[in-house]
């Protein structure tokens, strides 16, 4: 009797830790496919705030070419591109407003910035928290999220596209 107890009891553990153990795998991909579902193309959602003036009008952008054409300048780019919004970040369950992310990144980037792309320096910092590794979301003032890191990689490509169109002899 004690045996069967303990035989049911050992198949009821498996099957909960596979539970576990697949919610944990499959969790990231619902969450960035909820994601991706709930946001429209990064252009419209970008253009619905009212402190996001089109890429080629913004001081960012202005501040940009007047700066070293580099990665540096890309990272600083998007500090200052969204530094005046009404972003919200989330990380580590609290909420932070864009000026403050800001400033705060600035620092960050003086002492973490050791020359590598803005691509990879977004992948690298912008994906999770460094204390537990949780998302790092954007609130949009509309109230969806977005992966911080996601609408980072999408206004870099638009400054790609802007810097291409701008300079058409740049790469």
Known sequence: ?????LKKQSKITIVSVVALVATAIITPFILRASAVIATDSHSAKLA???SFPPLAESKAFEQYLKR???ELSKLLYLVDRFGDTDIEIL???TYYKAPLVSRTVRFFLAIHYKGETAEHWIK???TTSIPSGKPVWAKLPD???KLARE???EELDSLAKAIQKNDPSAH
């Open 151 to 153: 609408l980072f990689l």
């Open 48 to 50: 619905a705030i009212p």
């Open 68 to 70: 070293p054409q580099n």
């Open 91 to 93: 990380y580590e369950n």
């Open 1 to 5: 009797m004690k045996a069967q107890t």
């Open 124 to 126: 690298q910092w912008c």
């Open 143 to 145: 109230g969806s999220f």
